[in-house]
C-alpha cells in the first residue's frame, strides 16, 4: 500500500513538471542519501548499518540508478562509493553493487576524459577508492572485474588522450597477482643459485601471476608517485621467490626515495628479512632495529628482533624486545601491506566529499 | 641454553626423596639441566615413577639423574589465545569457559597470564583467579588476521624465573594469515625455549566428520619440540577439557635434573627419555636444549 502510494506521488510529479525525487523519501537509499547530502556521516552510516536496511537500500538502486543517470552529480557519485564501502566492510551481499553502481555513473559523465580536469580527477579518486575497499576487504575478483571494465578508459601508462592515467592501477595489478601467489606456490629458497624469477614457483598458473605482478611493478616503477611503493612490493616479492639479494640492493638504492614514515619502516623491515634470508642476522638485527626506531609503536620489528636474538643467543635483549611486541598498540603498515591502497581510503574519501 | 636449565648455576645437592612440598636444595656450583617429562599411560598421569625407572640420554649418552620431582616446583603459564575475526559465538563462549578452567584449576603458588592476538599481540596481564570467571567480553572483541607464528615467538621467550616451570597453552582456530616470521623461526626459538607448548587447535569439523587444523604437522613438531602437547577439538568438542588437561597433563609432569656426564654443554643436545619399567606408556619430554654458549 505505501509503495503504490509514493509512486502515485512520484506520477503526480512527473506530470505536475515538478523534479522527481532522487528516491522514494521514505526508503533507506533515499534517507541515507539525505543524511549524506546533509554532511551528516556517521547519520547515513548508522540508516545503513543493519543488514535489512542495506538490503532494502540495495533492491531500490537499479530505480535510483534509473533517475540518477539523468544528470552528473558527484555527490551522488561519492555517496554510492560510501554506501558499498559500508556494505563491502560488513560483508553484506551484494555491497560491491553500490561500487560499481559509483562506477557506472562517474563514467557515464558528458565530459570526456581530458575536457574537464576537475572531472577527470574526481573519477580517478571514485575508482581508487573502490579498489582500495576491494583490496582491503581481498575481494581479488572484484578486483579483476572493475579493473577489467574501466581497462580501456584508465591506464597506468600514457595512452591516448582519450584516456586517463592513473599509476596506482598497475599497483592495483601487482597487488591481485601478489596477492594470488600462495606459499606453496614457491618452490625456491634462497641459496648459493639465484633462481629465475619464473621458475621460482611450481606451475604455469603462479608463473603467470609473478610475470604479470612483476611487469605492473616495471610500469609502477616509472612513476614518481608509485616508483617506491612498488619497490616496497617488488622487494619483498623476490624475497619470497629466493633472490633476497636482489631485494636488498633495491631498497637500499630506493631507500632515499622513501617519502613517509611508512614506507620507509617497510623499507628497513623488508630489507631486514631479506637479510635473514641471506643468513646475515648482524644486518638483519641493524635494519629491524632502524624500522623499530622509524615507528616505534609498531609491533613488527620487535617479533623480528626477538626471533634473531633469542638465535644468537642473547636471551636477556630478546626478553626486552618479546615485552616491547606484547606491549605495543600502534598501527602497524606490515599489517596494511596485505590491503593495498585500504590504508589510504581515509584520505580519499574525505577528498570525494569535498570535491562532492 | 636449555630447558629453565641449562646453565643455572646452582648449588647442587639435590635429592629425590624431598618431601612434595619441598624445594630441592642445591649446595655446589654446577651446570644444570633439568627436563620436564610428562609420562601417561591410556590417558592418565602415570605418578609413582622412581629416578630408576627412567633412561635419560643427552646426545647420546646415559646420565645419571640428580633429583626427580613431581609437582613441586610452581607452574607460570601463558594462554595464547585467537582473537581473530573467526573466533566467533559460540567458539568465543566455549574459548572463555575454557580460559576460566584453567583459572580454576591454578594453585596459590602458580601464576597464569593472558595473551590474545589476531594481527596484533595484546598481553592482556595476569589472571587473578579471585576474579574468575572472566566474561566473554573481557577477551576483547574477534576481528583481524591471524599472526600466530609471530605471537608464538614471542611466547616461547617466556620468563627469566628459575625455580618456576613454564608452560603455553595456545588456542588456535585455524591458518596463519599474516606473521612476519616464519614457521622455520618459530621452531629455532622453540629449540631455545625454555616452555612446554601445548596446542588446542580446532576446526570446523565434527565428532562424527572430523577435519584436520591448518599447520597441523608442524603444530605437532612444535609441541614434540617443546615437550608438550597437540590436541585437535573438532568444532563440536570441549575445548575447556583440553585446556584442563594441557595443564594437568603439565602439573604431573617430573623433573629430571642431571649434570652433563661428558661435560661438553656448548651447542645442541637431543635428549630422549624412556621408562624403563614394564608397560606401555606415552613418555612426553623436549628434544633437547642448547648449552652453554652454543
Not at chain 1, 37 to 49: F, H, K, T, V
Request: contains cysteine; neutral net charge.
Amino acid at each position: 500500500m505505501r509503495r503504490a502510494v509514493v509512486i502515485t506521488a512520484c506520477a503526480i510529479a512527473v506530470l505536475s513538471g515538478r523534479p522527481v525525487p532522487a528516491a522514494q523519501d521514505d526508503t533507506p537509499l533515499a534517507r541515507a542519501f539525505d543524511l549524506y547530502a546533509a554532511a551528516d556521516y556517521d547519520g547515513m552510516l548508522r540508516s545503513l548499518a543493519s543488514r535489512q536496511a542495506y538490503a532494502i537500500a540495495l533492491r531500490d538502486l537499479d530505480r535510483v540508478m534509473g533517475v540518477w543517470r539523468r544528470d552528473w552529480r558527484p555527490r551522488r557519485i561519492a555517496f554510492l562509493v560510501e554506501a558499498g564501502i559500508i556494505g563491502v566492510r560488513r560483508e553484506f551481499p551484494d555491497a560491491e553493487q553500490f561500487l560499481f553502481a559509483a562506477r557506472d555513473l562517474t563514467t557515464e559523465r558528458v565530459a570526456r576524459p581530458g575536457q574537464s580536469p576537475e572531472q577527470d580527477a574526481f573519477e580517478i579518486m571514485v575508482h581508487r577508492a573502490a579498489i582500495a575497499v576491494f583490496e582491503g576487504s581481498g575481494r581479488l575478483t572484484d578486483i579483476d572485474t572493475y579493473l577489467k571494465s574501466i581497462s580501456k578508459r584508465v591506464v597506468p601508462i600514457r595512452g591516448e588522450p582519450s584516456t586517463l592515467l592513473d599509476p596506482r592501477i598497475a599497483l592495483a595489478q601487482a597487488f591481485v597477482n601478489e596477492m594470488r601467489l600462495r606459499p606453496s606456490d614457491i618452490v625456491a629458497r634462497s641459496g648459493p643459485e639465484t633462481p629465475s624469477l619464473v621458475t621460482a614457483v611450481r606451475d604455469n598458473r603462479a608463473r603467470d601471476h609473478v610475470r604479470a605482478a612483476i611487469a605492473a611493478l616495471d610500469t609502477a616503477a616509472e612513476h614518481a608517485e608509485t616508483a617506491p611503493e612498488a619497490a616496497l612490493h617488488r622487494a619483498y616479492l623476490v624475497t619470497r621467490l629466493g633472490r633476497p639479494q636482489e631485494a636488498v640492493a633495491l631498497l637500499d638504492v630506493t631507500r632515499s626515495t622513501m617519502a613517509t614514515d611508512e614506507l620507509r619502516y617497510l623499507s628497513h623491515l623488508f630489507s631486514g628479512r631479506a637479510l635473514v634470508a641471506l643468513q646475515q642476522p648482524a644486518g638483519a638485527i641493524t635494519q629491524f632495529e632502524a624500522a623499530a626506531r622509524v615507528l616505534p609503536n609498531a609491533q613488527t620489528p620487535a617479533v623480528a628482533l626477538t626471533s634473531l636474538l633469542v638465535q644468537a643467543g642473547r636471551r636477556d635483549e630478546a626478553r626486552q624486545w618479546a615485552e616491547v611486541a606484547r606491549t605495543r598498540r600502534g598501527i602497524d603498515p606490515w599489517w596494511l601491506y596485505w590491503t593495498g591502497d585500504y590504508r589510504l581510503l581515509p584520505r580519499w574519501l574525505g577528498e570525494l566529499r569535498k570535491a562532492s | 641454553m636449555s630447558a629453565r636449565a641449562a646453565t643455572i648455576a646452582l648449588a647442587l645437592a639435590a635429592s629425590a626423596s624431598l618431601p612434595q612440598d619441598q624445594a630441592p636444595v642445591f649446595r655446589s656450583s654446577v651446570d644444570l639441566v633439568s627436563i620436564d617429562v610428562s609420562v601417561q599411560r591410556r590417558g592418565r598421569a602415570v605418578t609413582d615413577l622412581t629416578a630408576p625407572d627412567f633412561e635419560l640420554r643427552d646426545n647420546g649418552e646415559v646420565q645419571r639423574l640428580l633429583s626427580i620431582d613431581r609437582e613441586t616446583l610452581p607452574i607460570d603459564i601463558v594462554l595464547v589465545t585467537d582473537l581473530s575475526g573467526s573466533v566467533r559465538g559460540p567458539l568465543l563462549a566455549a574459548l572463555t569457559r575454557a580460559v576460566n578452567e584453567v583459572g580454576r584449576q591454578v594453585r596459590a603458588s602458580d601464576r597464569v597470564r593472558l595473551t590474545v592476538f589476531n594481527n596484533q599481540i595484546r598481553d592482556l596481564g595476569p589472571i587473578d583467579p579471585a576474579h574468575v570467571p572472566l566474561t566473554i567480553g573481557q577477551l576483547g572483541t574477534p576481528s583481524g588476521a591471524t599472526s600466530l607464528f609471530d605471537t608464538l615467538t614471542v611466547t616461547l621467550v617466556g620468563d627469566a624465573t628459575p625455580d618456576r616451570r613454564q608452560m603455553a597453552v595456545v588456542f588456535t582456530d585455524g591458518a596463519d594469515t599474516q606473521s612476519f616470521v616464519d614457521e622455520a623461526a618459530v621452531m629455532e626459538v622453540a629449540r631455545r625455549s625454555e616452555m612446554a607448548i601445548f596446542v588446542v587447535a580446532v576446526t570446523d569439523g565434527t565428532l562424527r566428520t572430523p577435519l584436520r587444523p591448518p599447520h597441523e604437522a608442524w603444530l605437532q613438531s612444535l609441541t614434540d619440540v617443546t615437550g608438550g602437547r597437540l590436541e585437535v577439538v573438532q568444532g563440536d568438542g570441549t575445548l575447556d577439557e583440553s585446556f584442563a588437561r594441557a595443564v594437568e597433563t603439565f602439573r604431573t609432569s617430573y623433573v629430571l635434573r642431571y649434570t652433563v656426564s661428558s661435560g661438553r654443554l656448548a651447542g645442541w643436545h637431543d635428549v630422549t627419555v624412556k621408562v624403563t619399567r614394564p608397560g606401555d606408556f606415552d613418555v612426553r619430554a623436549r628434544r633437547g636444549y642448547f648449552g652453554g654458549n652454543r
